[in-house]
């Protein structure tokens, strides 16, 4: 068995002002050092066997500060946020995420393009990481495709029961995968 403990990078400028910013880098904004800094407090008893986070900017200078003079960081292109395609950059109020379950957003992808590749991502540490405790450090649409892929919700439930939708913002999410 692996267990994950799955952290979501910290806010951006992006964040701040709802924009979708899909496979851009994402620039964290003062609000969002300050989340990483404060979260090595918070978790600085537990301990982990590597990180992994996605390779997109945001993600990966949320791990450094979180984790970077203390773990080994991985970064892997499997764990970006969804492409949200002609959406990049624009407000999130313009799109209605559960309209992009199947079809892909325009020059995008769907949520089951996300799925696919969290599932290879998985059957990646199952190879590899048996018995080990992983910290995920990644974006919204990923870990809902860990919802669907390790706790059984469709992708409407994991939508319409993402913690973003009341703040309900914690220090880790836990998943676990049988091998």
Same mark, same amino acid.
């Given at each position: ?57 945001? #993600? ?12 080994? !960081?991985? $970064? =892997?292109? *499997?764990? /970006? ?63 809902? #495709? ?12 994991? !939508?319409? $029961? =993402?913690? *973003?939708? /009341? ?13």
């Amino acid at each position: 068995m692996i267990k994950i403990t799955y952290f979501v990078h910290g806010t951006t400028a992006d964040n701040e002002r709802k924009l979708a910013t899909g496979w851009l880098p994402g620039k964290l904004s003062e609000l969002g050092i300050k989340q990483a800094k404060k979260l090595k407090e918070i978790i600085a008893n537990r301990k982990f066997d590597i990180v992994f986070c996605s390779d997109l900017k945001r #993600a990966v200078d949320s791990a450094k500060l979180t984790f970077g003079d203390k773990y080994k !960081i991985v $970064e =892997d292109r *499997r764990l /970006r946020e969804i492409n949200y395609g002609d959406f990049t950059g624009k407000p999130m109020r313009e799109f209605e995420m559960k309209e992009y379950i199947d079809k892909p957003f325009s020059n995008g992808e769907s949520y089951k393009d996300v799925e696919k590749r969290i599932s290879h991502f998985l059957d990646f540490l199952r190879r590899k990481y048996d018995g080990r405790h992983i910290a995920i450090v990644a974006h919204q649409a990923p870990q809902l #495709a860990f919802e669907v892929l390790l706790k059984g919700k469709t992708w409407a439930e994991a !939508i319409d $029961e =993402d913690w *973003r939708n /009341r703040g309900a913002w914690r220090p880790g999410w836990e998943y676990e995968i049988k091998c």
